[in-house]
Every structure is written in structure tokens, then in C-alpha cells.
């Protein structure tokens, strides 16, 4: 039994009708979401390297040549797109494997169109990054189509889809 003075595993006992203090909901929230976040990002990081080198293969290195103008340097977006394209279906295998693997499995039909909705409108928002450092400032080189379509436009997705992800395509219930 518990007495007003005593403790549990997890710390000071609550009293009846009390309410849990800050420190207890930040202890909470810490607990419930460091795990799937941290997983997520490693997923994630996976997935970016995979990204970054597949579209630098494609757009920047030629067989013949080397590195400088490649197969799809004309074509970036659509590039990126193939990029994006690939790494969605690992990304879609780690988040639902090790991420959101706790949570009941979705209906498979369901849960695959909501992953194909949420991923192209990330892959909206990363052809957006991408597009625009191209297209409207007129870079082109190695290092602005990483820092825009790759950096930026991951960061961008990467955050949209870590929201939609838990909410809509794995969620609790």
C-alpha cells in the first residue's frame, strides 16, 4: 500500500485526483517518443545516403567520363524522382519494421495508399527545393542540387512525413 510520503519504480506516487507535474509529462513524452524518433532518423539517414548517392550517380557521373555532366544532368527532377522512388519503398520496409514496428499492422491496402499519398507530397516538397534552386536561381552545380534538393528538400520531407507517418500511415489504433 501506499502512503502520502511513499514512492514507486517510476518515482514519487500520485495522490488520487492529483495532477502528473511537468516534470512527469516531459518524463512521459520523453519515454514515448525517443525511441520510434530515434529510429526514424537512423531509417531515415539510411535512406538520405542511399538518396544522395544514387541522384549524384545519375545526374553528375557519366561512364564514359566520370565525374562532371552525367546521364541526367539535363533532367534533374526526374532524377530525383527515381531517387526518391526507391528510397521510399526501403523506407517504407525499415519505418513499418522497426519504427512503428510496436504498433498493431494496419490494413495492408490502407496503410500502403496512405504511405504512396504522404510520399508524394514529400516528394512534392523535395522536387519544390530541388526545382527551385535549379529553375528559378539557375544553380546547377554538385553542390547546390545537394544543398537544395538533397539537404533541404530531405529535411523538409523528412519532417512532414515523420508527422504523417505516426498519425496516418502506422497508427496507434
Known sequence: MLTPNSTTQDGPAASPGSRPTLRDRTAGLLAEHLRPTTTFLL??????????????????????????????????LLAKLLTIAAASCLTYLGNRFLTFGDRPRPHTARSIVMFLLVN??????????????????????????????????????????????????????
Open 120 to 173: 508524394l507530397i514529400a516528394a512534392g516538397l523535395q522536387l519544390s527545393c530541388l526545382g527551385f534552386s535549379r529553375y528559378v536561381l539557375g544553380l546547377d552545380s554538385v553542390l547546390a542540387d545537394n544543398i537544395s534538393g538533397t539537404l533541404i528538400g530531405q529535411v523538409v520531407s523528412t519532417s512532414f512525413r515523420y508527422v504523417t507517418y505516426g498519425r496516418f500511415v502506422f497508427p496507434k489504433r
Open 43 to 76: 531509417v531515415g539517414g539510411v535512406v538520405f545516403l542511399l538518396d544522395a548517392a544514387m541522384y549524384n550517380l545519375l545526374v553528375f557521373w557519366s561512364p564514359g567520363e566520370g565525374w562532371g555532366t552525367g546521364l541526367m544532368h539535363t533532367t534533374p
